[in-house]
């Protein structure tokens, strides 16, 4: 069995992982978020910051280990984490937020949430997963 040993490449991975998965929400819809319905004076990284850890920097971690253990090609490496990042927060952080800070405050049906969502949220979204994809591979040319 390998040992996995936690050097800087590594640290700046994880590093990279938590500051994504933590201001994924500010990221999303900066421009778009209102009060919350159920706080008015809550921070968003107050409502998410839990979310963030468990479903994204979490599994993003044992993602990242287990790939670099498997010395997969970094690309795809930085695809699988892309990916996963987008899809997870959508579903996981930007639904629930939108729910909470837009769709609370008017009269939204379910199909009305997800497709406003994505349309408030898909440019950014997707601009976020595609530099964290970047910067995971930038991360590990430099290195």
């Not at 409502?47 to 670099?68: A, C, G, K, V």
Request: charged share 15%.
């Amino acid at each position: 069995m390998k040992k996995i040993e936690l050097d800087k490449k590594h640290c700046k991975y994880l590093g990279l992982i938590l500051f994504i998965s933590l201001l994924q929400p500010y990221f999303v819809l900066i421009d778009n978020y209102g009060p919350s319905a159920e706080c008015l004076n809550c921070l968003i990284i107050g409502q998410t910051w839990i979310d963030s850890i468990l479903y994204l920097f979490i599994p993003l971690s044992i993602i990242n280990i287990t790939l670099r253990i498997l010395k997969i090609n970094i690309w795809i490496y930085s695809i699988i984490c892309g990916f996963y990042f987008g899809f997870v927060s959508f579903h996981v952080l930007t639904i629930p937020l939108f729910k909470d800070r837009i769709a609370a405050w008017s009269t939204f049906t379910d199909a009305e949430i997800y497709s406003s969502a994505i349309f408030l949220s898909f440019p950014s979204l997707l601009t976020v997963s595609i530099i964290f994809s970047l910067l995971l591979v930038w991360f590990n040319k430099k290195t």
